[in-house]
């Protein structure tokens, strides 16, 4: 007869191996469940670094439309702060709007008050430098603003009078610290940006040009002083135009360099040269100036670059000689007063 002893001691071992076995298969698994991570994981860090460039799109999508609701924002709160009388237009018993109205800047801006209030809610259309213009005057924007209008709309600012960013007070001051040498600064457009006394002086009265007029291509075709005042007019007017075709060419489809290419038009010399497709770069050379005040200069040509894409720069005119240093020093001196 067999005992609960005997018998416990005989299923004791035959069970024991069984359970090895089971942690023996559990043990074996185990490597596989981390081969398994470890093989997920690679892909998980692979993945991360793809979301990056999905972020980047994301915010390239968007950032028209967060301009345009920035524009939007920042239009409304130029209008609401206008009065009526500001522009001169009557308040009105009934206003309750702060400010003018969408339809009052859409008739100051002449265009459609449809169009204008899209604008304001940010509709996707199309806004031209003469639409943003015309509605910085609308809205009494100064310098500053008007800057920041057309950095929102993402365009260009066509007004010849604008500020070139390059024009520091120090290099203003530097302007006056070279006299009596002539001395201005330029853009790419040959637009005249500032300029110091003597070269006031040294081809006309520039002082009493409006600031729209103040570019050396359009002087060299059109005023007949600063035409007379240029040694050998036919090179100047050949090599003007040269330059001019050869800075547009990164320019071709800006509001300002279209504008100065149809003010240039009208004059029959540029048309005939300006169909000769020359080209020529910017380059140091003696000139030849036969100044009204104090008679013929010779004067060395030079070009300091303000920008590391070719854009403004600073243009000096210091004497080939003493016979010209000495006039141009007079040139400088004050104009004696009438005497009392």
């Known amino acids: 007869m067999t005992t609960m002893a005997q018998h416990t001691a005989a299923a004791g071992p ?39 460039p ?3 799109r994301e915010a390239i999508a968007t950032e028209p439309e967060a301009r345009r ?39 100051l801006s002449a265009v459609g008050v449809t169009w204008y209030t899209w604008l304001e809610q940010a509709r996707p259309i199309q806004v031209s430098p003469q639409v943003l213009d015309a509605l910085a005057r609308a809205l009494l924007m100064d310098p500053t603003e008007r800057h920041h209008l057309f950095a929102l709309a993402g365009s260009a600012d066509p007004a010849p009078g604008t500020r070139c960013p390059t024009l520091s007070d120090e290099l203003l001051g530097l302007l006056e610290q070279l006299e009596p040498v002539p001395a201005c600064i330029q853009n790419s457009r040959y637009d005249i940006l500032a300029y110091n006394r003597t070269y006031a002086r ?4 520039l ?17 007949p002083e600063w035409r007379a005042s240029l040694g050998d007019l036919d090179e100047t007017k050949r090599i003007m135009a040269a330059k001019l075709r050869a800075a547009m060419a990164e320019h071709l489809a800006e509001p300002a360099w279209k504008a100065l290419l149809a003010r240039l038009k009208r004059s029959e010399e540029f048309c005939e040269v300006w169909e000769r497709h020359e080209v020529v770069g910017v380059a140091s050379k003696t000139k030849r100036v036969l100044n009204t005040h104090v008679g013929e200069l010779r004067l060395n040509h030079t070009n300091l670059w303000l920008t590391p894409d070719s854009g403004a720069r600073m243009v000096t005119y210091y004497p080939a000689d003493e016979q010209s240093r000495a006039r141009l020093e007079q040139l400088y001196a004050p104009a004696p007063s009438a005497a009392g």
């Open 14 to 52: 035959a069970t024991e191996p069984a359970g090895r076995r089971q942690e023996a298969a559990v043990r074996h698994q185990e490597p596989a469940v981390r081969r398994q991570d470890l093989a997920v994981e690679p892909d998980v860090r692979r993945q991360e670094p793809a979301s990056e």
């Open 202 to 205: 040294l081809f006309c009265d």
């Open 54 to 56: 999905e972020a980047r």
């Open 69 to 107: 609701q920035e524009l939007a924002d920042f239009l409304r709160s130029r209008r609401e702060r206008i009065t009526p009388e500001q522009v001169g237009l009557p308040r009105g018993a009934r206003r309750r709007t702060p400010g003018l109205r969408r339809e009052e800047v859409a008739a």
């Open 207 to 223: 002082d009493a040009l409006p600031p729209e007029d103040r570019n050396c291509v359009l002087l060299t075709y059109t005023h």
